[in-house]
């Protein structure tokens, strides 16, 4: 069983900055993808980065483009979401999810391993 946890969440100011990490576990498969995701008060959960292994294949949503960068520690099995020029519009529940084969999709549906999630709430 895959095992998921994430850390780093917190409260910033608008144009802040915060780094999110993602630790895997139990993973026995060496080809996979994982993926953050978020869900905003209210709204439905929406994709925000992806990430294949192997073959390096990364996947950003048009909001976050330019701000978040994705990355991994194969090292650590550890993934990570830097997060730059925060605004109050990033403010959600920040999960990490993975899924078996280095195929990256933007669908929750694809992934079924997920974490319990982290908070980041950005401040105007």
């Known amino acids: 069983q895959v095992h998921m946890v994430e850390s780093g969440g917190g409260l910033v100011q608008a144009g802040g900055s915060l780094s999110l990490s993602c630790a895997a576990s139990?993973?026995?498969?060496?080809?996979?993808?994982i993926a953050w995701f978020r869900q905003g008060p209210g709204k439905e959960r929406e994709f925000v980065a992806a990430l294949s292994a192997p073959g390096g294949v990364i996947q950003y949503a048009d909001s976050v483009k330019g701000r978040f960068t994705i990355s991994e520690d194969n090292a650590k099995d550890t993934v990570y979401l830097q997060m730059n020029s925060l605004k109050p519009e990033d403010t959600a529940v920040y999960y990490c999810?993975?899924?078996?084969?280095?195929?990256?999709?933007?669908?929750?549906?694809?992934?079924?391993?997920w974490g319990q999630g982290t908070q980041v709430t950005v401040s105007s």
């Open positions: 139990g993973r026995t498969f060496s080809s996979y993808a």
């Open positions: 999810a993975s899924r078996r084969w280095s195929f990256v999709t933007s669908h929750p549906n694809d992934y079924p391993y």
